[in-house]
């Protein structure tokens, strides 16, 4: 039995030690707003927050998170939408299909938790997930938005 603590509620998941976080998040907890990708923690479509850094899910296994750390999901990071990135997001249009968004999201967020002023060096070295629609402009754009406060002024 595995006893996490997700978007500030303590789960208890039956679950093999091994098995990915990603699919005890997604598949026992039921929230899926992270998404699987890759399986190898190369895209980044399945980033959390693992006691405020991002981190891929789905090359992670549950026994490698302990009931003290404080898992945050994309459902957690703002549940009524209203965190500065996820503005930003929708004030400048940045997803197209959508799919990889919700990693971005958390992976800007971390890097916004570590350097809330990022310069396009820094977003570029820290922002490695990967978007099959090629949205990296505007996902740059709304990371800097966010960082200025703009998106919470505009959103």
Same mark, same amino acid.
């Given at each position: ?69 404080? +898992? =945050?999901? !994309?459902e957690g990071l ?11 997001? *929708? #004030? ?25 002023s990022p310069t ?6 820290? +922002? =490695?997930? !990967? ?14 938005? *966010? #960082? ?8």
């Amino acid at each position: 039995m595995a006893r996490l603590t997700i978007n500030g509620e303590v789960r208890e998941v039956d679950v093999d030690p091994e098995t990915p976080l990603l699919w005890v998040i997604r598949e026992q907890v039921g929230l899926t707003g992270t998404k699987f990708g890759c399986g190898i923690a190369q895209c980044g479509a399945c980033t959390v927050h693992i006691d405020g850094v991002a981190t891929r899910s789905c090359a992670m296994p549950v026994s490698a998170v302990t009931a003290e750390q404080k +898992i =945050t999901t !994309i459902e957690g990071l703002s549940p009524d939408g209203s965190h500065p990135l996820q503005k930003a997001w *929708a #004030a400048l249009d940045v997803p197209q299909c959508g799919y990889c968004q919700s990693g971005m999201i958390m992976a800007a967020a971390g890097l916004l938790q570590q350097n809330p002023s990022p310069t396009d060096e820094d977003i570029n070295t820290e +922002i =490695t997930n !990967i978007c099959r629609c090629g949205t990296y402009n505007r996902v740059r754009a709304a990371i800097k938005l *966010a #960082a200025d406060g703009g998106a919470t002024q505009n959103g």
